[in-house]
């Protein structure tokens, strides 16, 4: 059964720093593009980054660019999402999912409605 578990969330300040963690179970991520999203209370869920299945390419929201890194070790069949100079405006529970590498999905898009399989979320508060 294919899973996908996040964890890392939680309260931080403004500025501070998280390392969410999308573990995969059921299925090996080397083959699968994977994307980061969130949804804020009262908000359509966001894309955050996304990363490819070959040669790793990203793509990343203009509102997380050069503050979140997106990483993924195939060895521990986990995908990474290093949040740094976090602002209040992060706050959000946090989903990660993925979608198969296929022909006609070559590299992965930060779009919600291109993912099939999804965790169940982790939340992120930032707050003084």
């Known amino acids: 059964q294919l899973q996908l578990v996040e964890s890392g969330g939680g309260l931080v300040q403004p500025g501070g720093s998280l390392r969410l963690s999308c573990a995969a179970s059921g299925f090996t991520l080397d083959s699968y593009h994977i994307g980061w999203f969130r949804q804020a209370p009262g908000k359509e869920r966001e894309g955050v980054s996304c990363?490819?299945?070959?040669?790793?390419?990203?793509i990343y929201a203009d509102s997380v660019k050069g503050r979140f890194t997106i990483s993924r070790d195939n060895a521990k069949n986990t995908v990474y999402l290093q949040m740094n100079s976090l602002k209040p405006e992060d706050t959000a529970v946090y989903y990660c999912?993925?979608?198969?590498?296929?022909?006609?999905?070559?590299?992965?898009?930060?779009?919600?409605?291109?993912?099939?399989?999804w965790g169940q979320g982790t939340q992120v508060t930032v707050s003084s």
């Open positions: 990363i490819s299945s070959s040669g790793g390419g990203t």
């Open positions: 999912a993925a979608e198969p590498r296929r022909p006609v999905k070559a590299h992965c898009v930060p779009y919600s409605s291109w993912y099939n399989y």
